[in-house]
């Protein structure tokens, strides 16, 4: 196949497949569950409003937005912003519980904060957190991941999704063990857990440690992020409520860090240069790693060169956030200017240049 076939191919590939890129990289942010009594009109409203509050919290990372009048009178108005929703009984050690699933219109709702000047926590700017867990059992430490504590590792799983929190757990691989010691979570020492937090490239660090007084669970956790160290700590007799205590922290002062205020939000169209593709497996590669970047809404193929891809891609967030998740996340890498391929005459201007690494 001729190469100036071969890149029609491509084009036509890329146009005549449309697909869902730049999905959100935190499942069920637009998602409630509500448990409730019965399946009437009235208790189906109550259980509307309090399915918002809970949205309107993850969206915000803030629980006290719920005491804004403003914020009062949209949650009135709930039933207007309901995509979908239906009862479904789930198995409890209690019996049989009924509860209602509600899925809400996260644009309209990201606009109906806009109008009342209430800051908003962007899926963009939601960072990736790893979490070092340490339970004391009786008097024996363990490092919560990979095949150890399921149950628990659950329950954080849980905790981060009713938080909005994108969060991963360590895999406690023969790598981990080697690097970080129990002990070294449990006494919050940050050099050792920044050390093997390095191979995962999150960033943010969520540090817990948990043991059992007397009919209490009592957990201290540390939030490592930019050089700053915060911490906090909670007690309560359910296990869930004190790992729910660190999840939801985390996504609080994360929020107040990186929550916008209307207006603040960057949005903008960004024209990429790619050089080094040697085939369709390469354009598909690099198409689809950038659709799947969090904060790119849209990805467009403007055009083929041989071995170098035009793209557009439309932004929403930091720039200098795309570039380096872009890099953490594969094989690309930013090159300069002048280190690019000479575009032809009639190529587009290029915002960003980057390499594909073999």
Do not use: K, N
Request: one cysteine or more.
């Amino acid at each position: 196949m001729s190469l100036a076939r071969f890149t029609v191919c491509i084009l036509l590939m890329f146009v005549a497949s449309p697909l869902a890129w730049g999905q959100s990289s935190v499942p069920g942010l637009y998602d409630a569950r509500v448990q409730v009594e019965s399946q009437a009109d009235d208790e189906r409203r109550r259980a509307t409003r309090e399915g918002l509050e809970q949205v309107v919290v993850r969206m915000t990372g803030q629980r006290e937005v719920l005491g804004d009048e403003s914020v009062r009178d949209l949650v009135r108005g709930a039933d207007r912003y309901v995509q979908q929703f239906g009862f479904e009984t789930r198995e409890t050690d209690d019996g049989d519980q009924l509860e209602l699933r509600l899925r809400f219109d996260g644009q309209a709702l990201q606009r109906a904060l806009a109008e009342r000047e209430i800051s908003v926590w962007v899926e963009a700017d939601r960072p990736r957190v790893l979490i070092w867990l340490a339970i004391d059992r009786a008097g024996d430490r363990e490092l919560v991941g990979g095949d150890t504590a399921l149950d628990v590792q659950q329950l954080v799983r849980d905790g981060a999704r009713d938080a909005g929190l994108p969060v991963l757990m360590p895999l406690q691989d023969l790598e981990d063990r080697q690097r970080l010691s129990s002990s070294d979570v449990w006494g919050g020492f940050r050099g050792p857990i920044l050390e093997a937090s390095a191979r995962y490239r999150a960033e943010v660090v969520l540090v817990g440690r948990l043991d059992r007084r007397g009919q209490e669970f009592a957990g201290r956790w540390l939030l490592f992020r930019d050089g700053e160290t915060q911490e906090w700590s909670a007690t309560d007799e359910e296990l869930d409520a004190v790992l729910a205590a660190g999840t939801s922290g985390a996504a609080e002062r994360l929020a107040r860090a990186l929550g916008r205020r209307p207006g603040e939000r960057v949005v903008g169209d960004f024209t990429l240069q790619v050089d080094g593709l040697q085939g369709l497996a390469d354009f598909t590669y690099v198409h689809r790693l950038l659709g799947e970047t969090r904060g790119v809404g849209g990805v467009d193929v403007l055009r083929a060169d041989g071995e170098t891809l035009y793209l557009r891609i439309r932004l929403e967030g930091d720039s200098d956030r795309f570039i380096r998740d872009v890099e953490q996340g594969g094989r690309l890498e930013r090159v300069r200017s002048d280190s690019m391929t000479s575009p032809a005459a009639d190529a587009p201007t290029v915002d960003l240049g980057f390499r594909l690494r073999g």
